[in-house]
């Protein structure tokens, strides 16, 4: 797979607190910034010991929705204890953006956040590599507005299922408005229409998104905040999730009393709460849905096309 430029060593929860402190304080999170002085932000600690803000956790926890689940509170379930549907090996399937909800971002006011997604298409010969970055906005305590954007079209399923990454950026630097205007373009914006053989013109696209992450980056204001590896593969067992159609639900946290059991998907809302009183749960959380993909041509996407 392509190789990410954001690794978990790199995200803000994983710094020393004395480094996230500074970051804080740079962008004007002076609030954010006491809390952590208070839990004794004059140490070298690193990880989440001392979470005190949603941002902060660096774990990953993953849960599944069926797409037949009905009515307005629909259970969400472990996904690692799902068997995978094999009939999936050899097709193809498309990868999208569900929902992207806030609970807590570093900063004030709104958030923006580049959202890259890495993959590879699993044709024959050389495998492709994907990459596809898009970027959100949301306050805290609010879903960004999305909405079942796709990210990859037509990915095809190897006999080891599929994989991905993903990592989000807190952009804070307005000197990246044009690189966010890019992304927010063409391509960008329509998610990546994969053909059933390899594109040579797929390179320079990925080579593009690459080096706008890579500017992003450099900023100092421009943090990563979250980074993880999903595997779906067709193995079954207790401690990978399985590849199926249906919605994925990732929760930026590290909680090791969590329980799925404890917490419901309100469909008329399209929120996680918590079981018990229906209220929002105090984590960031990424859904998103693996479903059969249409050969039919799809509006407004165009396949990528080399500059002559």
Known sequence: MTKSRISSRDLLGNQPISDKISYLQEIGDDEAAERLMACGGSGQALGSIFATDAWDHTGALIGFIAPAASGPMIDVVNASLLPPEPSLKGTRVKVSLERFWVHQYPGLGNHQILCEFLGKNQIAGDPEDLRFSITVQARDHSSA?????PIFYGVSVGN??????????????????ILLKALGSGPFRDGLS???TAQPALKPFVGLAENLTRTILSRSKNCPVYHFKLGLDFDGGSTSACLRHGSFVVVQG????WSWSDVVWNA????????????AIEFNYIVFRVSAYNDEPVANVKPVKAKA
């Not at 507005?145 to 954007?149: D, E, K």
């Not at 590290?254 to 009393?257: M, R």
Request: aromatic share 2%.
């Open 254 to 257: 590290d909680e090791a009393s």
């Open 160 to 177: 080891n299922g599929i994989a991905f990454e993903c990592s989000t950026v807190n952009v804070r630097s307005t000197t990246d408005d």
């Open 145 to 149: 507005g999305v909405n079942g954007t």
């Open 268 to 279: 008329d809302s399209q929120q996680l709460l918590k079981r018990s009183d229906r209220s």
């Open 194 to 196: 994969l053909l059933s």
